[in-house]
């Protein structure tokens, strides 16, 4: 499993406008010792896969992003 081995995080948004999304995004702290969780939304693309699909699509995509892909 990708995900069975690291303690991610995920944060997602659902029912929020756009403008409180970015609020929680900018305000999110860089210090403190709390780790960035992996934020996502529901989409028109994303609403019909299974939880264990997305999950497994967040964690890859961050992984990608953030240089940690293997």
Not at 31 to 58: M, Y
Request: negative net charge.
């Amino acid at each position: 499993e990708c995900f069975e081995d690291e303690k991610i995080k995920i944060l997602m948004f659902l029912g929020f406008s756009e403008v409180q999304t970015h609020m929680v995004l900018e305000g999110f702290p860089e210090s403190g010792g709390l780790k960035r969780p992996i934020f996502c939304a529901l989409t028109d693309q994303n609403q019909r896969w299974p939880l264990r699909g997305l999950i497994e699509h967040l964690v890859e995509e961050h992984r990608q992003w953030t240089g940690k892909g293997a």
